[in-house]
C-alpha cells in the first residue's frame, strides 16, 4: 500500500473514528489489522471510491450518493477534504444523538430512583 493512500485513509477514517468505531483504540486496531492489505484490498473492505465527472471530483465511502457519504471538488484534494469534513460532521452528529439517548435513559433512571426514595422517605402507615 503507497504512503500516500494510507495517509489519505488514516485522514478518512480519523474524521469517522467516532461514526465508524466506537473507540480510538478501535481505530488503531482496524489500522494494524489493515496495514498490509492493497489499496484495492481497502476499497473493497471500505468501499472508497472515486470518480470524475467533468472537472469535478467524487470520493464515495459506501454503495451510492443516496446511502453513502461523499466529498466533491474541483481536485481529488479538495474532494477528499470536503469528504472528511462530511465525515467529521456526521460523527459530530451521531456523538449528539448518542448522548441524547444515553441522557434519556439516565432520565427514566432518576425518575425511578427518585420515587424509590420517595416512597422510603414516607412515614409508615401502622
Request: charged share 40%; with cysteine.
Given at each position: 500500500m503507497?504512503?500516500?493512500?494510507?495517509?489519505?485513509?488514516?485522514?478518512?477514517?480519523?474524521?469517522?473514528?467516532?461514526?465508524?468505531?466506537?473507540?480510538?483504540?478501535?481505530?488503531?486496531?482496524?489500522?494494524?489489522?489493515?496495514?498490509?492489505?492493497?489499496e484495492?484490498?481497502m476499497?473493497?473492505?471500505?468501499?472508497?471510491?472515486?470518480?470524475?465527472?467533468?472537472?469535478?471530483?467524487?470520493?464515495?465511502?459506501?454503495?451510492?450518493?443516496?446511502?453513502?457519504?461523499?466529498?466533491?471538488?474541483?481536485?481529488?484534494?479538495?474532494?477528499?477534504?470536503?469528504?472528511?469534513?462530511?465525515c467529521?460532521?456526521?460523527?459530530?452528529?451521531?456523538?449528539?444523538?448518542?448522548?441524547?439517548?444515553y441522557?434519556?435513559?439516565?432520565?427514566?433512571?432518576?425518575?425511578?430512583?427518585?420515587?424509590?426514595?420517595?416512597?422510603?422517605?414516607?412515614?409508615?402507615?401502622?
Amino acid at each position: 500500500m503507497t504512503k500516500e493512500y494510507w495517509t489519505f485513509i488514516n485522514k478518512i477514517y480519523g474524521g469517522i473514528a467516532n461514526y465508524a468505531f466506537n473507540t480510538e483504540a478501535e481505530v488503531s486496531d482496524f489500522m494494524d489489522k489493515y496495514a498490509d492489505r492493497s489499496e484495492i484490498e481497502m476499497n473493497e473492505i471500505i468501499k472508497i471510491t472515486f470518480s470524475k465527472d467533468g472537472d469535478s471530483y467524487c470520493y464515495l465511502i459506501g454503495e451510492n450518493l443516496q446511502e453513502g457519504t461523499a466529498g466533491f471538488g474541483k481536485t481529488k484534494e479538495e474532494a477528499s477534504r470536503n469528504l472528511q469534513e462530511k465525515c467529521w460532521e456526521e460523527a459530530k452528529t451521531r456523538r449528539k444523538k448518542n448522548r441524547i439517548e444515553y441522557l434519556k435513559g439516565k432520565k427514566k433512571e432518576l425518575k425511578l430512583e427518585l420515587v424509590k426514595i420517595e416512597e422510603e422517605l414516607k412515614p409508615k402507615q401502622d
